[in-house]
């Protein structure tokens, strides 16, 4: 069955650290590229999304995501972590021409002062 | 625009009793999702809407029911509801193409339910 990996289930990082999530899917087709971050108690917001050309993405909140096709991975990177960066971060994958979106089980973020 | 509402915020039910968690959205998406979020689990796809009068079963819809008659509603009914479904659910909507927005799908704030 199709299906997407986030291998990290909970990181915790001190301020300045750098940050790299993995996220690996199992499609074989041409896909469509999200992540999601979840801030406490509120709902889910895009942080980058990839659909084609420049396999770096460059999202909001400085954060950065590397498509690697030959390695079906999407992983999520930012040099110097903030504690405001603290939620729980969901890599998201669409299989192209498809109507849905298929999720990770998430990887929760702990940035410690 | 409000994007996606979702109602009630909270809900504490008791088994075998039924509910109606109700979303709208006023941005004239055609497709609309239902999913639940547990602990560990990340989002699961109950059901999911590409039109008025069109629904379709997701990864989890045993337990549940939908209705699509307009375009901005898509209410998600628990006909007896059961420990099992406690759970927060989302509801989100999109417009046809993935890329033609900065937002691919529009989340609403969940409905957190707790079933004793």
């Known amino acids: 069955a199709q299906s997407v990996s986030q291998h990290n289930h909970h990181v915790i990082l001190s301020e300045a650290a750098s940050l790299e999530l993995g996220c690996n899917y199992s499609?074989?087709?041409?896909?469509?590229l999200f992540w999601y971050v979840q801030y406490p108690g509120q709902h889910l917001q895009l942080l980058l999304k990839y659909f084609s050309g420049d396999p770096l993405v460059k999202g909001i909140k400085g954060f950065e995501a590397e498509f690697i096709k030959s390695k079906f991975s999407f992983n999520l990177r930012k040099p110097s972590v903030q504690w405001s960066d603290t939620a729980e971060y969901f890599c998201?994958?669409?299989?192209?021409?498809?109507?849905?979106?298929?999720f990770g089980t998430g990887t929760r973020l702990t940035i410690i002062p | 625009n409000a994007g996606v509402t979702q109602t009630p915020k909270f809900r504490i039910l008791k088994i075998g009793q039924s509910m109606t968690l109700q979303c709208t959205q006023d941005m004239n998406h055609n497709y609309m999702y239902w999913y639940r979020q547990d602990p560990g689990m990340g989002l699961k796809l109950i059901y999911y809407s590409v039109g008025a009068g069109i629904t379709d079963k997701g990864e989890v819809p045993n337990g549940y029911n939908v209705s699509r008659s307009t375009t901005e509603d898509f209410p998600l009914r628990l006909e007896l509801a059961a420990p099992s479904q406690t759970s927060v659910y989302f509801c989100?909507?999109?417009?046809?193409?993935?890329?033609?927005?900065?937002?691919?799908?529009?989340f609403g704030d969940g409905t957190r339910l707790s079933i004793l």
């Open positions: 998201a994958v669409n299989l192209f021409g498809n109507e849905k979106l298929t």
């Open positions: 989100a909507s999109r417009s046809p193409r993935w890329g033609s927005s900065n937002q691919p799908q529009h």
């Open positions: 499609y074989g087709g041409t896909v469509n």
